[in-house]
């Protein structure tokens, strides 16, 4: 059971997922590494990870929608527009 | 070596589940230093790191209960425009200046973790607080009252630059914004820090992977590592003391900066 307010718990599985696949495909990139493959599968394993965070966030924001929190959802809306802003200007520039 | 550099990440990401860091302050130093990366490159494979270290720990304390994230969201809106910033920024500044600046952090760091007087000042209310609930270190959920929300907002801008530039994930100067500014419980601080840093780090680290900047087989074996390092240390957490968790806050401060001026001034 999950501790703290409901948000906590969709933020935690989120980040628990994308971090659980993006370690275990880092793994397997790191050996075909050192077996002189190729990085394409780490590079994989680097997204995968990364993403995480923002999957929680995603997740946060849907439950704070939910349970009609539009104070902190608003919160949460604006964090992730400046995390998508931050891609799109990384991308153009 | 990347099998050692993935043992290092282990004590990175212990280190950083304990005190609300990503591991950064470990993972640049050892990579510019041991590795020989330039700052660039060891900023960009630190900040995959420091977001494994954030993934593995922040799991674990979300489930506790431990940290607040209404309070990680609203720090981070302007911890993360400052990430942006400073990513732009790192690659006009010379090795040197980098390394000097993130000793800097790191002294004024372990100086407030150390000296400061009696740890946490009780909260005063006010116009710029605001209730948060959390739960405590004994297991009890209730609602908190934490100061200065804007201003220690306005001050986490500067932490996310830093966090960009130095490939740190800027726990180093938040958790000392809340625990001592914003009156924050230590456990809480770096439980917060810990999930905060997660976002901070992918703002860092999006801009650097998407202009290829990511050396993988360095970000992957400091991820893999940080991320065993993370899960072993939310463990290790619940059984130490919160005043000596800033004592030894303060300890590796003031080692890292020394490696890292040492750095700066081509010694090392």
């Known amino acids: 059971m ?5 948000e906590n718990r969709r933020a935690a599985v989120a980040l628990q997922y994308a971090s659980y696949a993006g370690v275990a495909v880092m793994a397997v990139g790191l050996v075909l590494i050192a077996a002189g493959v190729g990085e394409t599968v780490a590079l994989i394993g ?48 | 070596m990347l099998f050692v550099l993935v043992l290092i990440a282990v004590g990175g990401g212990i280190v950083g589940a304990l005190f609300g860091l990503g591991g950064g302050i470990i993972f640049v130093p050892v990579l510019t230093i041991l590795f020989g990366l330039d700052v660039t490159a060891a900023s960009a494979a630190s900040l995959i790191g420091v977001v494994a270290t954030s993934s593995g720990s922040a799991a674990v304390y979300l489930k506790k209960g431990l940290p607040s994230i209404r309070v990680g969201m609203f720090l981070e809106i302007s911890t993360c425009i400052g990430a942006a910033v400073g990513a ?30 009696t740890g946490r000042s009780a909260p005063q209310g006010g116009k710029d607080s ?5 739960t405590d270190t004994n297991g009890t959920t209730g609602e908190h009252t934490v100061d200065h929300l804007h201003s220690g907002a306005a001050m986490c801008t500067g932490a996310g630059a830093l966090s960009a530039m130095t490939g ?20 809480t601080a770096a439980a917060t820090s810990n999930y905060m840093i997660g976002l901070t780090a992918f703002t860092g680290a999006i801009v650097y992977f998407i202009r290829g900047q990511v050396l993988p087989e360095y970000a992957a074996a400091v991820a893999v590592g940080a991320f065993i390092g993370a899960t072993i240390g939310t463990v290790i957490n619940q059984h130490v003391n919160a005043r000596a968790q800033k004592r030894y806050f303060s300890v590796i401060a003031f080692l890292v900066a020394a490696l890292m001026l040492l750095r700066a001034g081509g010694i090392l």
């Open chain 2, 88 to 117: 732009f920024m790192a690659a006009y500044l010379a090795d040197w200046l980098l390394c000097l600046i993130f000793a800097g952090v790191m002294i004024y760091n372990g100086y407030i973790m150390a000296f400061s007087p």
């Open chain 1, 2 to 6: 999950t501790a703290g307010p409901p």
């Open chain 1, 46 to 93: 680097i997204g995968l990870l990364i993403i995480g965070p923002v999957l929680g966030l995603a997740a946060v924001l849907v439950t704070l929608i939910q349970e009609k929190d539009w104070k902190w959802a608003g919160t949460a809306a604006v964090l992730a527009a400046v995390l998508a802003v931050t891609m799109l200007l990384s991308y153009f520039f």
């Open chain 2, 168 to 187: 740190v994930g800027g726990g180093t100067i938040k958790v000392p914004i809340m625990n001592i500014y914003m009156h924050i419980p230590i456990k």
């Open chain 2, 130 to 134: 605001g209730r948060f609930t959390w």
